[in-house]
């Protein structure tokens, strides 16, 4: 079975510039996460759904950042335009229900560098 | 919600136990912890998660103290592949995992 998958591994972008990063979560999982690591300082939730719906976004930083999951399947997270600080890592998590005694499975991560 | 303590750094000999203390003492009754851990830039690896009963599964073992207000995460054998950033996390609810500092363990040989 396919864990959780993000693209692309790396991007380097220029201040100003867009980028989208996507998540593949496993298969039935109806609950995604995104969380996300900065140079120095730990990891942060950003938001949850599930299926198609933003269970919880109270994390997001700001309005540069978009995500989205249409039909329920995979997510993108757009941010637009890009500044320095939004440089870091950012993981997508992926869990089948919403107990809270279940686990959530991490993807490798997208390290985005904004130059 | 519950936080976490956690040293923030110690080491451990190649093939003897790694026990990482963590102190969660506002927890409520039904919030679980969980442990994960980061290896180097990769994402996040469960490892256990446990709310009141002693766990074990083939990667570790957590004791829960009775009052549930701090846990052990055991490692019986470590190797040089557990150096890696340990998380304790108390599950707030049903949506996410909240991360701390967590315990940077470096096993020596």
């Known amino acids: 079975e396919a864990g959780v998958t993000q693209f692309p591994s790396h991007s380097v972008i220029e201040k100003g510039q867009t980028v989208t990063l996507r998540c593949d979560p496993i298969?039935?999982?109806?609950?995604l996460y995104w969380y996300r690591r900065v140079m120095g300082k730990e990891i942060k939730f950003l938001l949850h759904f599930v299926k198609e719906s933003k269970q919880d976004e109270s994390g997001m930083p700001n309005n540069r950042f978009l995500a989205e999951r249409t039909g329920g399947t995979y997510s993108t997270l757009k941010v637009q335009p890009a500044e320095l600080e939004d440089s870091g890592v950012y993981f997508c998590a992926s869990s089948q229900g919403q107990q809270h005694n279940e686990k959530l499975f991490f993807g490798s991560g997208t390290q985005l560098s904004v130059l | 919600d519950a936080k976490t303590t956690q040293p923030p750094s110690m080491d451990c000999a190649e093939g003897r136990a790694a026990n990482l203390p963590c102190n969660h003492s506002?927890?409520?009754?039904?919030?679980?912890v969980y442990w994960y851990r980061q290896i180097h830039s990769q994402g996040p690896q469960y490892i256990i998660h446990?709310?009141?009963n002693n766990e074990t599964n083939e990667m570790a073992s957590l004791i829960i103290t009775e009052d549930r207000k701090s846990s052990t995460l055991i490692l019986p054998h470590a190797t040089l592949r557990d150096t890696a950033v340990y998380y304790c996390i108390v599950r707030i609810h049903n949506n996410d995992m909240r991360f701390g500092a967590g315990t940077r363990l470096t096993v020596k040989p």
């Open positions: 506002t927890i409520s009754g039904n919030e679980y």
């Open positions: 446990g709310l009141k």
């Open positions: 298969s039935g999982h109806d609950n």
